[in-house]
């Protein structure tokens, strides 16, 4: 067949390699200079940072992305550290201990910081490994068939039974149904503002979803009780730019093309089916399918066209929830920040009001810091992303893609200050030491991955919505990435993006 690839993102750059692999002609069109998207990082005066996902999830051999890699031959390029992450409070941090001895520790040591929720953690404990049981069938059903599969099935739904009175609750009836104190509430639903979801729309259960204890420390076992398997968390050695470059290898080891600096300017469609895509220079290619990642609305209403889409599925396309962006400060450093920071990926929430500090960012004011902030140092993984006897540093912190009042430009060098002055609070002394300093807006963002409207994450994980399925109304053209039905997010992005080339490849042995 010949494929053509829109965008050199995860899921592009994904499907490309598993296409060629299988023998098929394959093209990837990007009208970035370099490939990988967000992933293609951001390099200044000898330093490299990341712009996207900062620690990846199921990257590891016998894990989703990991089985992907391992089946592209790629496993042994991509070079992963495990990690985790260190959560800061307005009134308590949550540190690992020095010496790991418990898996259950992170809930011991919330039952002593809120005594009257005890029973409560308790209670959640042993629901959260009732739910990670059930991930690890539903993980495990994918490999069987047959007897096997039945028998997956029923385990899954015995598991699934006592969760049944919550499946229709939101994510704060199921906090407020274990715990009183609404701080401790905050403490388990606080990744959401990553998501730039309130907790009021995000599924209950997907609470156990968000808190994978080995998040929170390495140490902890793959195993946590009997069928209850995680995943764990990792730094990528030398950034997100060593995953880039992995799967550009194997897209031109088996003959793939990749053109940078080259966009798709529209689809072409004979009788709703696919024929090929013209260049922005105004070349044709022609091909049997072709897979698209990137923005749902510049995809599906500026390539392809309303008029061709039924008017359901273009009003999905215009209906999507999607994120919202980020304010991002890549810093040159002249010392090493790590014996305050206490870690290479630190969460600083300044408030415990998740579902008020979302709600206000939805409408466009942006907090500058002061509802919290993410670090991150990747040269203490990798001390390649630093010149020697420096460190990278990159804080970043969720936003509105447009600002309600002002705009992003001309409010950049105040916003900047203002964050620093907040990171400052947690790290005294880091303004000084500042040797080179990258501020990057929703403006900037938008410019690399080429949509009218940034999102961080890709689909905010709304109740009751999804994202834009692989398989399209037309015939020959498939949607990946963070905006179609798999979801945002590496973990989601990289095992739907291969499942979706594997699907193309079955559909073309039918015909």
């Known amino acids: 067949m010949q494929i053509i690839i829109i965008g050199a993102g995860a899921a592009g750059l994904t499907s490309a390699a598993a296409l060629a692999k299988a023998g098929h002609s394959v093209k990837v069109f990007d009208p970035n200079a370099k490939p990988g998207g967000v992933l293609q990082g951001w390099q200044a005066d000898g ?41 800061v409070f307005p009134d308590f941090s949550i540190d690992k201990p020095a010496q790991f001895q418990d898996p259950k520790w992170r809930i011991k040591f919330l039952q002593q910081q809120f005594p009257e929720d005890a029973k409560g953690l308790e209670r959640y404990w042993k629901d959260y490994l009732r739910f990670t049981r059930l991930m690890t069938i539903v993980r495990q059903m994918g490999k069987v068939s047959g007897l096997s599969l039945l028998i997956k099935r029923m385990q899954l739904l015995g598991l699934m039974l006592p969760f049944a009175p919550r499946k229709d609750w939101n994510s704060q009836q199921v906090m407020e149904d274990y715990f009183k104190s609404p701080q401790l509430q905050a403490v388990f639903i606080s990744i959401l503002a990553d998501f730039f979801t309130p907790p009021s729309q995000f ?55 990749i053109y940078l600096n080259e966009s798709v300017s529209r689809i ?60 991002m400060l890549h810093l040159g450093l002249d010392y090493d920040p790590s014996p305050t920071t206490d870690g290479v990926c630190t969460y600083y929430y300044r408030t415990y009001d998740i579902e008020g500090s979302i709600n206000e960012s939805k409408t466009g004011v942006y907090h500058q810091g002061n509802y919290g902030f993410v670090i991150h140092q990747p040269s203490r993984r990798s001390p390649a992303m630093a ?50 300093i990258i501020t990057m807006t929703p403006l900037d963002f938008k410019h690399i991955t080429h949509t009218s409207h940034h999102a961080f994450g890709g689909l905010a994980p709304i109740i009751g919505k999804s994202g834009i399925s692989h398989q399209t109304p037309i015939q020959g053209l498939w949607f990946v990435g963070q905006q179609s039905e798999g979801g945002g997010g590496l973990a989601a992005v990289i095992p739907q993006a291969y499942r979706t080339a594997q699907l193309i490849l079955e559909k073309s042995n039918q015909n």
């Not at 460190?391 to 916003?415: R, V």
């Open 47 to 87: 330093f490299t940072w990341d712009l996207g996902q900062l620690l990846v999830e199921g990257f590891g051999k016998d894990e989703p992305s990991g089985e992907v890699f391992e089946a592209l031959g790629c496993a042994e390029d991509i070079k992963l550290i495990k990690d985790d992450r260190r959560y």
């Open 203 to 257: 599924q209950g259960l997907g609470v156990f979803a968000l808190n994978p204890e080995p998040s929170f420390d390495s140490r902890i076992p793959k195993s946590i009780a009997t069928g209850a398997d995680q995943l764990f968390y990792y730094s990528l050695v030398g950034g997100t730019t060593s995953l880039v470059q992995a799967l550009v290898n194997v897209i031109e080891k088996n003959g793939g093309q």
């Open 268 to 327: 072409i469609l004979e009788n709703n089916q696919v024929k090929g895509i013209e260049t922005s220079s105004g070349e044709f290619f022609s091909a049997d399918v072709v897979v698209a990642s990137g923005g749902a609305k510049e995809i599906f209403h500026d390539l392809v066209g309303k008029e061709y889409l039924p008017d359901e599925f273009s009003q999905k396309v215009v209906d999507l929830p999607l994120m919202d962006s980020v304010f």
């Open 387 to 436: 010149p020697n006897g420096r460190h990278a540093m990159t804080i970043y912190t969720i936003c509105p893609d447009q600002l309600a009042e002002g705009d992003w430009e001309s409010q950049k060098t105040n916003f900047t200050e203002q964050l620093l002055a907040y990171a400052e609070e947690s790290i005294p002394g880091l303004r000084a030491h500042i040797v080179t």
